[in-house]
Nanobody
Framework: VQLQASGGGLVQAGGSLRLSCAAS????????MGWFRQAPGKERVFVSA?????????HYADSVKGRFTISRDNAKNTVYLQMNSLKPEDTAVYYC??????????????????WGQGTQVTVSS
């Protein structure tokens, strides 16, 4: 399975971005999908996850609840992360990840088997 994340960029505080993660080479519609982020000098942390269903169970880190929305389009093998009301502390490299046990969402990096290459999000104050 290959995951390709895109959509990062530079945005002012209060702005929005939508990240995309396109999957190829596997059974996307059966995977749970997650987003993590890693700021410079810090550990990779959980952002959001969605189980295998397009209208599936979602899970968010407290720091992004109410601002970020995860969704997926199984017909396009793509998962999205809509990020609104961005803050400077959201600045990080964002990674998408796939969990073959798609019934569950997981906030732990160890719960994911496949990882994308990351896309940089920079929020200026």
């Amino acid at each position: 399975v290959q995951l390709q994340a895109s959509g990062g960029g530079l945005v002012q505080a209060g702005g929005s971005l939508r990240l995309s993660c396109a999957a190829s080479g596997g059974s996307f519609s059966s995977y749970g999908m997650g987003w993590f982020r890693q700021a410079p000098g810090k550990e990779r942390v959980f952002v959001s996850a969605i189980n295998w269903r397009s209208d599936g169970i979602t899970h968010y880190a407290d720091s992004v609840k109410g601002r970020f929305t995860i969704s997926r389009d199984n017909a396009k093998n793509t998962v999205y992360l809509q990020m609104n009301s961005l803050k400077p502390e959201d600045t990080a490299v964002y990674y998408c990840a796939a969990n073959p046990n798609g019934r569950y969402t997981s906030p732990f990096a160890s719960g994911y088997t496949y990882w994308g290459q990351g896309t940089q999000v920079t929020v200026s104050s």
